[in-house]
């Protein structure tokens, strides 16, 4: 069961870093056909930045088991954010194996002039302030800047519906060489730290030797990414075998672990139309705490 907390932690931590996403500028389809898919990708990449809101589905599915014991997480986060002034909120359904699922709430939002992030904890709100640097995660153009930066390889594959729409499918990989530096961009490292508490790794060391990470993305009609998906099944498999041996299991004994299933999916949908919402007041009264 040891190994199992360790999975959830690492679990959740690429949950939250990869768990907001934006996107938006216009290029019509001929313009389109004449780009490579590394142009058409980059201008994807300006879209992003541009953007003035967007809301955004997020599922991520696990499924793994070792020596008889299955463990599966199933996550689902439905995101609206406004960037100018900074406005979130996020409400995210973990189901975790016989565990049953658990419900989080979350606004995100300016208040004397500071960054706040207000939390439903079992019907009790708690408020923080975070910095530039915490809000990295949560930073949804920049997020997926950095993941399709990081993709290569990039080719067509073919037309796809995607919220009721024809999307450009492309399918590549994020090379094994960049992992470390990918999941670092977007804050993952800072997620992995309780993870690696008391274990003589890096996280640099913990992404050496992974395989490639696969990725699709869709792009619309108007050149924006309206989805996004990751395989991570080989590399979730790499590195719990790696955290395992760290913590003291044989090379035999990790080996048996097996990991089925490591995917995300991310639709994104009302690019620069998201339907306003305001912060709870109980949020906003709520006890300011540090964490």
């Known amino acids: 069961m040891k190994f199992y907390k360790k999975a959830i932690g690492y679990i959740l931590a690429i ?3 990869v768990s907001m996403t934006a996107c938006n500028s216009a290029t019509t389809e001929g313009e389109t056909a004449a780009l490579t898919p590394e142009e058409i990708i980059q201008a994807a990449e300006t879209k992003i930045q541009e953007a003035t809101s967007v809301e955004s589905e997020m599922d991520m599915e696990i499924v793994m088991s070792m020596t008889g014991q299955n463990f599966s997480m199933k996550t689902n986060s439905i995101m609206s954010v406004f960037v100018e002034p900074l406005k979130a909120k996020m409400n995210t359904t973990v189901d975790v ?3 049953g699922s658990n419900n989080v709430e979350m606004y995100i939002g300016q208040e004397d002039g500071k960054t706040m992030m207000y939390t439903n904890m079992m019907g009790n709100w708690i408020k923080q302030e975070i910095t530039q640097e915490q809000m990295t995660p949560y930073d949804t153009q920049q997020s997926m800047v950095k993941y399709l930066d990081s993709s290569t390889g990039l080719k067509e594959v073919g037309k796809e519906e995607v919220n009721a729409e ?10 094994r060489d960049t992992l470390a530096e990918t999941m670092q961009s977007v804050g993952t490292t800072k997620n992995l730290e309780a993870l690696l508490a008391g274990i ?13 990470v696969k990725v699709a993305v869709w792009i619309n009609a108007e050149g924006y990414p309206v989805k996004y998906e990751m395989d991570m099944t080989e590399m979730t498999q790499g590195l ?12 035999q004994e990790a080996a048996k672990l097996d990991v089925s299933t490591a995917k995300l999916s991310i ?25």
């Not at 041996?245 to 044989?250: A, D």
């Not at 007041?281 to 300011?288: F, G, V």
């Open 166 to 175: 024809e999307a450009t499918k492309y399918e590549g990989v994020i090379a």
């Open 97 to 99: 194996s016989e565990l």
């Open 200 to 212: 003589d790794m890096t996280s640099d060391q913990l992404y050496e030797g992974l395989s490639d």
């Open 267 to 291: 639709i994104n949908k009302n690019i620069n139309n998201v339907t306003d919402f305001e912060i709870p007041e109980k949020a906003i009264l709520a006890t300011e705490v540090s964490l």
């Open 15 to 17: 949950t939250m870093a």
């Open 240 to 251: 719990m075998r790696k955290v395992m041996q760290t913590s003291g299991v044989s090379a």
